[in-house]
């Protein structure tokens, strides 16, 4: 099922593998018809991963860039959509020369022509394909079938996995194999045999069930894998190991590892357990709700940035995740803000829960609580600091009100007519563009650099009209894209405020778990000065 692990799971096949001493290449099959994830909303499908190159994907591929560090591309991303499109123009353009096409077998085979990209790319030792998705379901039938393929027409080159979970009901107090035996028979009946079941469950599982599945699956005992929860995604390649996956892999491929070296991810762990401080951090958004429940994979590379930076400077990370919509229903509750270390407003889209955000900025300003804004974040800090400050009443972004007096936020002049033809699929401002940095700024003390590049997602920018009045009143711009002068960064005066900052940019991308991203460092540095 969806969310079971299966992302961090072949994240951490990477991770291990790396830690042998190959090459690997990643790659993320989606069954959904749409093209990329660029058009689903995030409470539906989680956060959109943005690639240097401007791909919006699914979020798995954040986990791989941040196991791996591995880039990510439009080539390490499949989708059902992607490749029926290719077949359909490949045959309106008579490439298939006459012959009939068919869905079984061309579409499987664009599947793995698309699987062969990567194998090509960077000279990787490994490809690893995550198929989302459950078996069983119809949406992925066709990459079952490639992968069937793949291992009829690459003997001895080809394994399969199968993430599985094991519930351990209240009511019952065990371990239950069941739906992962039927798992396996639907698998089976698709012409997969897997070589490894890998076990995700509450708590470890124990020998009996390992055996259990063993005998029932067809697997050898020592190729059931158990990953109970951790604490952190990060130890679960260590506790895969502790059942060596690792060189189980290699071992069926008839291969040995070059080295044996997680030195570098054990000492990660070992800081995240140690670090015994705790930091609260606000993350105003809106887009936590599915139904009765909180959804926080709509941030994901947002709250795992947060982490990464808590843990470098000892503390433990404690986010709470306030909907803006709650300070528009009750005004005064956003007194409870008060609390909070920093406050982080991520990126978003559209009026609903506008005004809630502004009033968490609001506060943030006030009360000199660290800010850090991203995107949207950062467009809604300026909108707030124009209304507020520099007192242009009614100041909005023509998103959320297009007749506004002050647009100071107003749509790029490249995205009008995609707005007016309603051509909406990536064409947004996309992937990496190149910032400088002002000398003297927070923005410089964080990056210590004067160019940097960082990812993007976005049709609205920074008014340029409004910048002067802006910065008469204490806000510097400190970072500008400067072939079309747009602003990157905004920030106040330090006599105005002690960390307010805000970003076109969507530097959570570029976070590591063993490299944070040094304006999330620099947040976090600022809120543990205002913790202590
Ligand atoms: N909605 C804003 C824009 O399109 C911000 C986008 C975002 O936060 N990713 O510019």
């Not at 039927?182 to 698709?190: C, E, F, I, K, P």
């Not at 070992?270 to 401080?277: D, E």
């Not at 000892?314 to 406050?343: C, Q, T, Y």
Request: charged share 25%; glycine share 10%.
């Amino acid at each position: 099922m969806s969310s079971v692990g299966k992302g961090v799971t072949t994240a951490s096949i990477g991770r291990i593998l790396l830690s042998k001493g190959y090459r690997v290449g990643m790659i993320k099959c989606d069954m959904y018809v749409n093209i990329d994830a660029g058009t689903m909303r995030p409470t539906e499908h989680g956060e959109v991963f943005v690639g240097s190159d401007g791909i919006e994907a699914d979020q798995d591929l954040g986990n791989y860039e941040r196991f791996t560090g591995n880039l990510s591309t439009r080539d390490n991303y499949v989708t059902t959509g992607q490749i029926y499109q290719e077949v359909i123009r490949r045959e309106r353009n008579l490439e298939y020369k006459g012959e009939d096409v068919e869905v079984v077998p061309d579409i499987p085979n664009e599947i793995i022509r698309r699987i062969n990209v990567i194998a090509k790319k960077g000279n990787p030792d490994f490809v690893i394909v995550e198929i989302g998705g459950t078996v069983g379901e119809y949406q992925n039938v066709l990459f079952l079938e490639a992968g069937r393929m793949l291992k009829l027409q690459n003997p001895g080159r080809v394994q399969f996995a199968l993430v599985s979970y094991l519930p351990v009901p209240k009511m019952v107090g065990e371990m239950k194999t069941k739906p992962t035996q039927y798992a396996v028979r639907t698998l089976n009946s698709a012409g997969i045999q897997p070589d490894f079941i890998i076990g995700r469950s509450e708590l470890p599982m124990d020998e009996k069930r390992k055996q259990k599945l063993s005998l029932l699956c067809s697997v050898a005992p020592g190729d059931v894998i158990s990953a109970p929860d951790a604490e952190s995604i990060y130890e679960v390649p260590l506790i895969m190991e502790k059942d060596r996956f690792g060189d189980k892999i290699l071992e069926k491929f008839g291969m040995r590892p070059r080295k044996q070296d997680l030195r570098d991810w054990k000492a990660l762990v070992r800081k995240i357990k140690n670090a015994k401080l705790p930091l609260n951090i606000g993350v105003v958004g809106k887009y936590f709700n599915t139904g009765d429940y909180t959804l926080v994979d709509s941030y994901i590379s947002v709250v795992e940035s947060l982490r990464h930076s808590a843990w470098a400077n000892n503390r433990v990370p404690k986010l709470h995740w306030i909907n803006s919509e709650d300070f528009e229903k009750n005004p005064s509750s956003v007194g409870k803000l008060a609390k909070m270390d920093g406050i982080l407003v991520p990126g978003g889209f559209g009026g609903r829960g506008v005004e809630g955000i502004l009033a968490a900025i609001k506060f943030a300003r006030e009360k000199k609580i660290p800010y850090f804004g991203l995107c949207y974040g950062m467009q809604l800090a300026v909108v707030e600091f124009a209304r507020n400050v520099a007192k242009m009443g009614g100041a909005n972004s023509t998103e959320v009100d297009r007749n506004t007096k002050y647009p100071v936020i107003d749509v790029m002049e490249e995205q009008k007519k995609n707005l007016a033809d309603k051509n909406f699929g990536a064409t947004m401002r996309l992937g990496d563009y190149p910032c400088k940095i002002i000398k003297g700024t927070l923005a410089f003390d964080a990056y210590k650099t004067g160019s940097v590049v960082e990812r993007h997602r976005h049709r609205y920018e920074v008014n340029n009209k409004y910048r002067n009045d802006l910065e008469k009143h204490g806000m510097i711009f400190s970072g500008i894209y400067p072939k079309k002068d747009l602003v990157e960064i905004s920030e106040l005066r330090p006599k105005l405020h002690p960390w307010f900052l805000g970003v076109q940019f969507h530097p959570e991308f570029n976070s590591r778990p063993w490299k944070p991203q040094a304006l999330f460092d620099g947040f976090i540095k600022a809120a543990v000065k205002k913790s202590a």
